[in-house]
């Protein structure tokens, strides 16, 4: 029986989207630096026959555009009660046989992917790393994610113990939590490889009592096959299993360059000690590299935001549509359209917007958002929070500077997040709009409204009252030359607690500088 990610890798080459490497490449460095090319320059998947330091092939920038995708997935998957039938008809399944338990091998001999120089070892970038509630043993009772594994470096035994980074909000950590209680040591299967759809269902943003493998048969069309282990659930048609069980203490992970654009330090994770690796005959190791955004990633949050679209209305009563913005690493600033009608007769100020933006902060992976910024449907029912430039300019002309901008203090935030005053704690800014139009904007960035400096004092550059939202930053060159540096800039360099000010000219200044305790932005040389 064939690899279905062989499979896939000769259906994209036969659709003249994937090319073939045959000499030896160094998976250090060389490897991800040719996956970030490839994907920046919009060409095909890279299959490399021959890895140095591994027997095994590896395959990047499968989902590198939305056309491969498409094919991988024979079409992109829609969320409706449609589909309902098709979830069932594809729940998981017991495997009649197991090809990923062909031969047992160890750790150093998967391709050893260190995708950035200050990279603290190699790591597993296409992980799907699942774990079943203590006590229970069934696939109703899963919890399935993707977080980065690091197979070598730092203080792990070299074969036997692998660093597990899960982070704040996660299912894991319900399960890890509920074994600690019971005693026991958490039980962890790690996946790599199988069929696209199974990658995809890792991602998906569902709430803690839906298991993600539902979903995987569902994304593949073909019910996810599955077998036992010992303890151990196990994806019967991966390309590669480990199996592991969480330690009682923690060593340090990392560094990593993430999807933020920025190295995430090194700091204490929970890692597994490795009982058992297997792969199936024919294996291949897919791998993907993160970075600042947009990267292979980004293609993947693309497919979520069209297959969830459908659900925000349902989960979050009121809400339209929400974007988290890729440009700014996704989880620092989201958008979201409302509804304002709890007094549609007198309707000049947000009232409803607010409730809603406490459900959107306080929903799964919404949650992590650090900046929220949310408009009234009403007030232009063509709004779109796919129009980042309109959808700010909507708002700035909008909002209440003295009354309209909430901040809470210290709250939960991405683990990746350096800006708050510690790993996992910062704060979070909800900026509401609703009404008619305050002010005219004036143009001086690529989202008018908003105005770019690097000094202290730009009262006299400026008609105040034109430029409600002030970025002060320390390359204004960089920040104002595209949406995208705005983006990034702004909200992934600074904590609405500590870095949101109210000028004396009612300016909003967000400042975005540089802070002692950022981390190191990645930057990365051709190869």
Known sequence: MTSITRKACEMLERNGELVRIKEPVSPNLVMPSMALKAFANKEPAIFFEKVEGSPFPAVCNLFGSEKRASLLLKGLPEFNLKNLARLLHCLPCRALSKPVMHREISLSDLPQIKCWPHDGGAFLTLPQVLTVKPGKKSWRHSNMGMYRVQISGNEYKQNEECGLHYQIHRGIGIHHQEALARGEKLKVSIFIGGHPGHALAAIMPLPNSVP????AGMFAKRAFRYAWYKDWLISAEADFCILGEVQSDLKSEGPFGDHLGYYSKQHPFPYLKVHKVFARKDAVFPFTVVGRPPQEDTIFGNLIHKITAPLIPRILPGVHEVNAVDAAGVH???????????????RKEPLELLTQSNAILGFGQLSLAKYLFIAAKEDNPNLSVKNIPDFFEHIL???NIKRDIHIHKSTSTDTLDYTGESLNHGSKAVFAAAGE?????????????????????WENQIEAEKFPLVILCDDAEFTNKNLENLLWTAFTRSNPASDISLNENNQVVIDARKKPQHSEELVWKST
């Not at 993600?212 to 979903?215: D, K, N, P, R, T």
Request: hydrophobic share 40%; proline share 9%; charged share 20%.
């Open 212 to 215: 993600e493998l539902a979903f």
């Open 332 to 346: 620092p600033l989201l958008l979201a359209l409302g509804s304002e009608r709890y007094l549609p007769y007198n």
């Open 397 to 399: 002309c909008r909002i």
């Open 437 to 457: 139009p305050l002010r005219e904007l004036g143009s001086a960035s690529p989202i008018k409204g908003i105005f770019v400096v690097q000094e202290n004092k």
